[in-house]
């Protein structure tokens, strides 16, 4: 599997102030990774929550993700939509609830053959996704 759909939290790292060494090495290292609908949703929601020059400095980033990652940002698709419905039903029969970014995340993952590059390992081991840490 060489396909990689970066989770939220590998792209917010690269913006802070001084940015895990790992991290940006592994990013730096992936050949055209995804993103998805559901990070662009955080990140926004994430700007738009700050401070207003903050905000203003998240919101220029933010278009340049998109940007760098045009062509490569995975919609929800109706199947991607069913299939998150049926990780995060499973998760919860395991007793691991799942909050539905994850699972959309996860299921958008599974659909393109792709691992999830993440921090919150824990978070989506239930579903059944190809994990990696990019801080390990």
């Known amino acids: 599997m060489s396909a990689v759909l970066l989770d939220t939290n590998v792209l917010s790292e690269l913006i802070r102030p001084k940015p895990d060494p790992k991290v940006a090495a592994f990013v730096s290292a992936q050949?055209?990774?995804?993103?998805?609908?559901?990070?662009?949703?955080e990140l926004t929601y994430g700007a738009e929550r700050a401070p207003p020059a903050r905000r203003a400095k998240l919101t220029a980033w933010i278009a340049g993700i998109r940007a760098q990652f045009a062509g490569r940002i995975l919609p929800v698709t109706e199947d991607i939509a069913s299939q998150s419905g049926r990780l995060r039903a499973l998760a919860e029969a395991q007793g691991r609830p799942t909050e539905?970014?994850?699972?959309?995340?996860?299921?958008?993952?599974?659909?393109?053959?792709?691992?999830?590059?993440?921090?919150?390992?824990?978070?989506?081991?239930?579903?059944?996704?190809?994990?990696?840490?990019?801080w390990a």
């Open 31 to 41: 050949t055209d990774p995804f993103i998805s609908v559901v990070t662009l949703h």
């Open 100 to 134: 539905a970014v994850d699972t959309m995340i996860a299921a958008s993952a599974i659909s393109r053959g792709a691992a999830v590059a993440t921090r919150n390992i824990s978070d989506f081991t239930p579903l059944g996704v190809t994990l990696i840490d990019p």
